[in-house]
């Protein structure tokens, strides 16, 4: 099993920035590509970013596209999302997620892993 731990979530005003970690533990061999998704009250589960098992490819949702960075370090097993620019509509709970395929995909069920996600909270 892969276990994965968000960490950076919190309340920020609209404008701001917030950087989210991802660490994978665990059989971390399984994991390749990894990305973001969030979920508002009352909505699904969206894809924000997604980044291959090379770091040289990655996936923005338009929303979120010029705004948000995904990287990551594949020595210490972590993912970051860097957000910018922060809005209102932001706010979500993100949830963290890892594939065993190479390649990003924007399909929550491609994913085999997941975090317990970290609240976003951004207030105008």
């Known amino acids: 099993q892969v276990q994965l731990v968000e960490s950076g979530g919190g309340l920020v005003q609209a404008g701001g920035s917030l950087r989210l970690s991802c660490g994978a533990s665990?059989?971390?061999?399984?994991?390749?590509?990894m990305g973001w998704f969030r979920q508002a009250p009352g909505k699904e589960r969206e894809f924000v970013a997604a980044?291959?098992?090379?770091?040289?490819?990655?996936d923005y949702a338009d929303s979120v596209k010029g705004r948000f960075t995904i990287v990551r370090d594949n020595a210490k097993n972590t993912v970051f999302l860097q957000m910018n620019r922060l809005k209102p509509e932001d706010t979500a709970i993100y949830y963290c997620?890892?594939?065993?395929?190479?390649?990003?995909?924007?399909?929550?069920?491609?994913?085999?892993?997941w975090g317990q996600g970290t609240q976003v909270t951004v207030s105008s």
């Open positions: 997620a890892a594939d065993n395929e190479y390649n990003p995909s924007r399909t929550a069920g491609n994913y085999d892993f």
């Open positions: 665990g059989r971390t061999f399984s994991v390749r590509a």
């Open positions: 980044i291959s098992w090379s770091g040289t490819i990655t």
